[in-house]
């Protein structure tokens, strides 16, 4: 990374940032202090599972509050994935967060976090052009039974994820009909199911549960 590529990068991170967190960047470059060596621009995907748990592991020592202190999900049902990007660009790799750097749950509601949001409910609405199906995904952090009425009122039926999870556990996938009318009350409407020909729930996570 350049040093003006550094600093674009710092600033950016910089808006994200409060409280401890800005003394800790005072200490050194972002990059640096995250110590991921693969996170070299906001956004980037992992290229394979090494730097992906990486990210995991990160996200998980810094999370607020702590990995004992979470309800980690200990079922496997399904779990449904809204997003904006579509198949083509997701299914050969990973679902990954905006932000690793803040990993504090209780600020996941504002989006640019540590973690990736699901739903055990499949009629929730929540925003995004698709929706994937998630089997034999284990783990994961039971949000309405950590935070309660902290966030959305405990009544989300989230599950959240540090530092993501790979999209070989996409079962199967549909488009949403009315995107624009999600997050407002209404129900979302949605095309027939895809089934996903890389699906591959053999694979273990790893993660506390």
Known sequence: MSAGEAGVFTAVIRRFLRGPEQDLLRAGPAVGRVELPWFAKLGHVPKNDAEWRQGVDHVIQKMTPSADEVVWRKTDEPLYRYDDRPPGRLLDGYFTPHDYV????????????????????????????????????????????????????????????????????????????????????????????????????????????
């Open 102 to 209: 803040d990993a504090d749950l209780f600020q996941h509601i504002a989006g640019r976090s540590g973690f990736v949001s699901t739903t055990r409910n499949a009629e929730m609405s929540w925003s995004g052009r698709f929706q994937y199906e998630l089997s034999g995904l284990g783990g994961g952090i039971d949000v309405d039974a950590t935070a309660g009425a902290r966030m959305y009122g405990g009544t989300q039926q989230e599950v959240a994820f540090p530092g993501g999870f790979p999209a070989r556990f996409v079962s199967r996938w549909r488009s949403v009909l009315n995107p624009e009318e999600l997050g407002r009350g209404m129900p979302p409407k949605f095309s027939e199911w895809v089934t996903n020909p890389r699906f591959d729930p053999s694979w273990e996570r790893r993660l506390p549960a």
